[in-house]
């Protein structure tokens, strides 16, 4: 059984729900605009963008940022 983590906002939610809410509210171009890595702006997918993101601690990190910023509002 795990903690539960009340002060965590991203407790319980994948990086696939929160990229599928991402690309949902921005589409993969204006996704692109505000994170520019390539895996959003050429031949973007989800499954390509988690690949990418599970690799790579800072890109992950610049998609959690933005995720608790719109969710914030």
Not at 31 to 36: A, D, F, H, K, S
Not at 45 to 62: C, E, H, M, P, Y
């Amino acid at each position: 059984m795990t903690p539960s983590q009340p002060n965590n906002p991203l407790h319980g939610k994948t990086l696939e729900l929160i990229l599928t809410e991402l690309v949902d509210h921005f589409g993969w171009e204006r996704l692109g605009q505000r994170i520019n890595i390539r895996c959003f702006t050429d031949n973007p997918s989800i499954k390509s963008s988690l690949t990418f993101l599970r690799k790579t601690a800072w890109a992950r990190q610049k998609v959690e940022e933005l995720y608790l910023r719109i969710k914030t509002k």
